[in-house]
């Protein structure tokens, strides 16, 4: 009898790992397939940002009925979470567990909040328009369930994509960092295409149903995919659990002086939210522009889109190339930034001489610079991160780039509504309202440029440095 | 049961791991039953059952 139960213990034994998520060895060499599915968590973030931003700004303000300031509110609650980034790469970087781990409870978490965020999103969004019996309910019943819908979302987001990147960092060798930041930008760029074609398929014919299942859907899809990212990825480590309970605990206003105060570290944090915001103002306003002062038609403008995304799919595989090949990622963030000045004058122009070919080449342009820039400043975040304080890094990176991205979006908005409602009494042209934003987007990118510009000079004289130098035309000083 | 920290038991866990695995997923529960009891709630309001 105890020969059968040491068999059954036995086989219990190797059976369980099978069914427990995570990895039991650490190799040294992840291969692709399993970065690929942990870059699985960054689909879940592109969908969740093609739904807020996109899909359910339309669904809340046409179907919906919702005042469009605050539709505009709501999706700018997530924002202010952003700055939260930091703590959250920050408490992951110290954090204390028996198994070791330090990324996957808050991705994890992360997952939680954004299924809860859009389980009760669709129901609260129908109370907040005053659907069925709702038109008798108190007023703070839907704004309080929509403003919770929206933060849990938010947050989920801004937890599951700063840990993820954290994680994705620790699981790889350094030189190898370009390249996982490229399919972390490609695997978000891929989720906010598939997404937004599914989602704009599903909610063609609209009703109340049809939003509780696309959202709800959404939620379950974020779950499977994020459940399936982060299965087995982070491995369990006794002496590391060891080492964290020993751990001297240190202060985050401590680490984030420890951090900000190197050299060079500021101004990447001020070169990224220039760019960004400078980029970012432009999302929304392309198709748009397209449509009311060149003529295009619906078809076209989701073109446009195409455009646009397959000129940062270039700029990130250049980025990932020139990186790897050990060029600085300054010097590429700069070239983003640059790049993308002639693109936004070259859409100025489009308005005024040679139309849509112009305007096809400036969209180009921006999508380049903007896949560049965004790639080249990850990467500088990535590297120049102190041991130990990847999260912490990843954190100010996301804070910083989220918030500036959000707040672009949402300005560009405003600004382009403002200057459309002035426009019959002052006599504006169609097109002046966006070259106005276009004008803003160059001044924050020659700004970048120029933030940019002194700290290259500085570093070159840096010994650190010394790598390959890679023979190449710097086109900073052209423009 | 022991209560030896360090003994692994079948599963491939020892006792500590074993109650921070089992502590997410009561978080999980948790979270979980408080956001159905939120959708249960609004969808009441919305189209109200049981009269």
């Not at chain 1, 028996?98 to 994890?108: C, E, K």
């Not at chain 1, 672009?408 to 309202?433: E, F, K, N, W, Y």
């Not at chain 1, 924050?444 to 023979?471: D, H, I, Q, Y």
């Not at chain 2, 209560?3 to 500590?16: A, F, M, Q, S």
Request: hydrophobic letters at 50%; a positive charge; proline letters at 5%.
């Amino acid at each position: 009898m105890p020969k059968l139960r040491d068999i059954a213990l036995r086989r219990l034994a190797s059976l369980t790992p099978k069914y427990l998520p995570f990895a039991d060895v650490a190799t040294d060499d992840v291969p692709l397939s399993r970065l690929l599915r942990l870059s699985l968590f960054q689909v879940t973030v592109g969908m969740a940002l093609v739904l807020l931003i996109g899909t359910l700004n339309r669904v809340m303000i046409v179907e919906l009925s919702v005042p469009a300031t605050l539709v505009a509110g709501m999706l700018a609650l997530p924002l202010i979470f952003a700055p939260f980034r930091t703590l959250i790469g920050f408490k992951s970087d110290t954090h204390r567990s028996a198994l070791g781990w330090r990324r996957a409870p808050y991705i994890w978490k992360g997952t939680l909040y954004q299924f809860g965020g859009f389980a009760i999103m669709p129901f609260a969004l129908l109370v907040l328009s005053g659907y069925g019996e709702a038109i008798d309910a108190p007023r703070w019943i839907g704004l309080s369930a929509a403003a919770l819908a929206f933060l849990l979302v938010g947050a989920g987001v801004h937890m599951v994509q700063t840990v993820g990147l954290a994680l994705a960092t620790d699981l790889v060798k350094d030189e190898d960092h370009p390249k996982v930041v490229g399919l972390m930008y490609v695997m978000l760029l891929v989720g906010m295409v598939i997404s937004a074609i599914v989602y704009g398929a599903l909610l063609t014919n609209y009703t109340p149903g049809r939003l509780i299942q696309v959202i709800q859907g959404s939620a379950v899809v974020t779950v499977a995919l994020n459940l399936t990212a982060l299965w087995k990825q982070e491995a369990r480590d006794r002496t590391r659990a060891r080492e964290m309970e020993t751990a001297k605990h240190e202060r985050f206003s401590v680490a984030w002086r420890a951090l900000t105060n190197r050299p060079g570290a500021k101004p990447l944090l001020v070169l990224i939210g220039l760019g960004t915001f400078g980029f970012g103002m432009a999302d929304v306003l392309l198709e748009p522009y397209g449509g009311q002062t060149l003529g295009f038609s619906v078809a076209q403008t989701t073109l446009l889109t195409a455009i646009f995304a397959a000129g940062t799919l270039i700029g990130f595989a250049i980025a990932s190339k020139a990186l790897s090949a050990g060029s600085a990622p300054l010097q590429l963030a700069a070239m983003g930034a640059a790049v993308g000045i002639p693109g936004f004058l070259a859409i100025i122009l489009s308005s005024v001489a040679l139309g849509p070919a112009l305007f096809v080449a400036g969209t180009l342009f921006v999508g380049l610079g903007a896949g560049l820039f965004g790639h080249a400043t990850l990467t500088a975040t990535i590297t120049d991160a102190p041991a130990g304080r990847v999260g912490l890094s990843i954190g100010a990176w996301g804070a910083v780039q989220a918030t500036c991205a959000g707040t672009g979006v949402l300005l560009a908005g405003i600004v382009r509504d403002v200057l459309v409602g002035l426009s019959p009494a002052t006599g504006l042209s169609a097109q002046t309202p966006y070259n106005i934003v276009f004008g803003i987007e160059i001044a924050f990118l020659v700004a970048t440029v120029a933030v940019a510009l002194p700290m290259l000079m500085k570093s070159g004289r840096r010994p650190k440095a010394k790598r390959e130098p890679v023979p190449q035309n710097n086109p900073v000083e052209v423009s | 049961m022991s209560d030896d920290e360090d003994k692994v038991w079948p599963t491939g866990l020892n006792l500590r791991e074993a109650e921070e695995v089992h502590s997410y997923l009561i978080d999980g529960t948790r979270v979980f039953g408080a956001i159905a009891l939120i959708a249960h709630l609004l969808v009441a309001v919305s189209t109200p059952w049981l009269g």
